[in-house]
């Protein structure tokens, strides 16, 4: 599908700033702590403080797990029946509806079988050129006269709801009402009724498109999951509401957040942002090394299903378990400086996108939008730089991490 209309694309006002709740505050820089607690244990049993105060102690249920060391979440991630996904089904599947996140298997590889035809890169591919880059040079002519821009505000924070929007196939005319309800879906932790409403909101509208693409099938997802069969078995029409939903935190929300921590890192360290610049070829192990880095989703979570041991740790049948992947990607048993932001360091894996059985559905489009939106400001703005005259841009937050704002300066064109 091409963008044919010539309408501008409406930015819709927003105010990153109202998500602060949502990313855990204003907690800087949580990797201090984490080491401290990962050189004392790569796993500890019972409430832990990473600072935004440690949850209350529930004598009625085991002790929470927080596993810290790289092997150790590797470990949990390919336990899949000790460690069940069915921790998800209490908040977010209360808010998406169930979907392939809370999912254990075998039930997961069947509806995940549904789904992940879409997602391949080879599929992918034709976005590129006919989508991806047409809304990041849109979102560019809005502001490539002034010679300054807030890449957060202008660019990151509103790019990945419009690619999604394209792929569903949306029309134009509803991009304003959609990017509103994933915004208050994504920050329903901040708002729960709103975020319920909005839920709903969804899947009425979803509804709708869903009767007309069944009448009239286009080259968009919503027309693939209304098709699809796998061993004779078709998804219903409130599993495909559940899949849409939930596309939104996790398709937009991290993709959004993952491009701005990149383009943190490289405005941060000139070296970088030029070796980058200059031989986009690197893109791969630049975006790599920012979500090993300062991966934008910091922890999962998993429940266990029966008693176990983990790092000599005593894991209780029921207890929660929460994996840091921030803590895992910055273990200094294998990462060699972790704290620093470095695309020449040797290729490692990384747990930005998970690992095992529920690794990132989306991971090869996330790539394809960060490469195209990082490519695209390079050769539309030139060798931008960190706006002199504004505060230096800093990530933040704990559960999600990325920056507020990233102002930057260009020649205008
Ligand atoms: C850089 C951007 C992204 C990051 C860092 C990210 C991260 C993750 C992580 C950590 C998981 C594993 C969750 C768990 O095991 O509990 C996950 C799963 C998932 N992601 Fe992403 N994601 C990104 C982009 C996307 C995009 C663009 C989409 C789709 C449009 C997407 C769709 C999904 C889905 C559907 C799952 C659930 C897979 C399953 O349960 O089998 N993600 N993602």
Known sequence: MAITESRPVTVVPFDPFELKDVVSGDIRDPYPRMHELRRQS?????????????????????????????DEVVQVLRDNETYSSGIYEGVIGQVMGRTILQMDEPEHRVARAMVSPSFRSKVLA????????????ELIDTFID???????????????????????????ADYPSFQRWALELTSVTANWERGIAASAS???????????????????????????????????????????????????????????NLLCALLRDRTQFEALFADRSLFPQAFEESLRWEPPVTVILRRATRDAELAGVTVGAGADVALLLGA??????????????????????????????????????????????????????????????????????????????LPVTFAAG
């Open 42 to 70: 790569p796993v500890h049993s019972g409430p832990i403080d990473l600072g935004d105060g440690a949850p209350p102690a529930d004598p009625h249920r085991p002790p929470p797990i927080t596993v810290l060391g790289f």
């Open 126 to 137: 034709h976005w590129e050129e006919s989508l991806v880059t047409v809304v990041v040079n």
């Open 146 to 172: 002034r010679g300054r821009a807030d890449l957060v505000r202008e660019v990151t924070f509103n790019f990945p709801a419009q690619v999604i929007a394209h792929i569903l196939g949306l029309p134009r």
């Open 202 to 260: 969804l899947r009425d509208y979803f509804a709708g498109v869903m009767a007309e693409r069944r009448v009239t099938p286009g080259d968009d997802l919503i027309s693939d999951l209304v098709r699809v069969e796998v061993d004779g078995a078709m998804l219903h029409d409130e599993e495909i509401y559940s899949f849409l939903r939930l596309l939104l935190p996790a398709g937009v929300e991290t993709t959004y957040r993952a491009t701005g």
């Open 328 to 405: 895992a990607n910055r273990d200094e048993g294998r990462y060699v400086d972790p704290d620093r932001y470095d695309m020449f360091r040797p290729a490692r894996q990384h747990l930005g996108f998970g690992f095992g059985v529920h690794v990132c559905l989306g991971m090869h489009l996330a790539r394809m939008e960060s490469r195209i939106a990082l490519n695209t400001l390079f050769d539309r703005l030139g060798p931008f730089a960190l706006d002199p005259a504004a505060q230096a841009p800093h990530i933040e937050g704990l559960a999600f991490r990325s920056p507020l704002s």
